[in-house]
């Protein structure tokens, strides 16, 4: 299984990101599909995950900015980032749980926003 991860960049505080994360291989059906992110000397943490049947959890941080998506024809994952702050500012990671179990990582997008 292969996570392939895009759309990090620099962006203005306020601005907007949309982040793309698509998996390729062995998938098997992606139970779960979940962004994280980590910044240098802390731990990695959960900024929004989504079900296969839809179903969404969010960061505290992300609540009414951030929107996670999926598209299961293309094993795709996005999540639209508005109104980011520069405490956003991390490497953000793309994750899927198999059902067939399984958890496999993305390499890592920078997404960097400055004040």
């Known amino acids: 299984v292969q996570l392939q991860a895009s759309g990090g960049g620099l962006v203005q505080a306020g601005g907007s990101l949309r982040l793309s994360c698509a998996a390729s291989g062995s998938i098997g059906g992606a139970f779960v599909m979940a962004w994280y992110r980590q910044v240098p000397g802390k731990q990695r943490e959960l900024v929004a995950a989504?079900?296969?049947?839809?179903?969404?959890n969010y960061a505290d941080s992300a609540k009414g900015r951030f929107t996670i998506s999926r598209e299961n024809a293309k094993n795709t994952v996005y999540l639209q980032m508005n109104s980011l702050k520069p405490e956003d500012t991390a490497v953000y990671y793309c994750?899927?749980?198999?059902?067939?179990?399984?958890?496999?990582w993305g390499q890592g997008t920078l997404v960097t926003v400055s004040s």
């Open positions: 989504v079900t296969s049947g839809g179903s969404t």
């Open positions: 994750n899927i749980v198999r059902t067939l179990g399984g958890s496999y």
